[in-house]
């Protein structure tokens, strides 16, 4: 079982930067596909990126591909999501999740392919 615990939200700048971190317990970090979603108020939950268990392979939604990269350190038990080029349509709660084994990605887009979930972190974007 893995819990799950994000962190670096804030409120930024049109144009600015910020690192999402989820830290990861458990023993097993290291063969879970890891996940990004993020939901705005009165929205469904959308898909931002995934990184496959080794950090080989990441997938990322259209809204936000070239402006947001994920990276996993496992001696760290930790994902990351470096976001730049913020806009205020990206403001929501992120939340980072985890899938045990190999995900294609048709399912890293569905959130009901992950196991784990975060509890959130609020990302605020002034325009």
């Known amino acids: 079982q893995l819990q799950l615990v994000e962190s670096g939200g804030g409120l930024v700048q049109t144009g600015g930067s910020l690192r999402l971190s989820c830290a990861a317990s458990?023993?097993?970090?290291?063969?879970?596909?890891m996940g990004w979603f993020r939901q705005a108020p009165g929205k469904e939950r959308e898909f931002v990126a995934s990184i496959s268990w080794n950090g080989d392979t990441t997938y990322y939604g259209d809204s936000v591909k070239g402006r947001f990269t994920t990276r996993r350190d496992n001696a760290k038990n930790t994902v990351y999501l470096q976001m730049s080029s913020l806009k205020p349509e990206d403001t929501a709660v992120y939340y980072c999740a985890a899938h045990l084994g190999l995900i294609n990605r048709a399912r890293a887009m569905r959130d009901s392919s992950y196991d784990y979930w975060g509890q959130g972190t609020q990302v605020t974007i002034s325009s």
């Open positions: 458990g023993r097993t970090f290291d063969s879970h596909a």
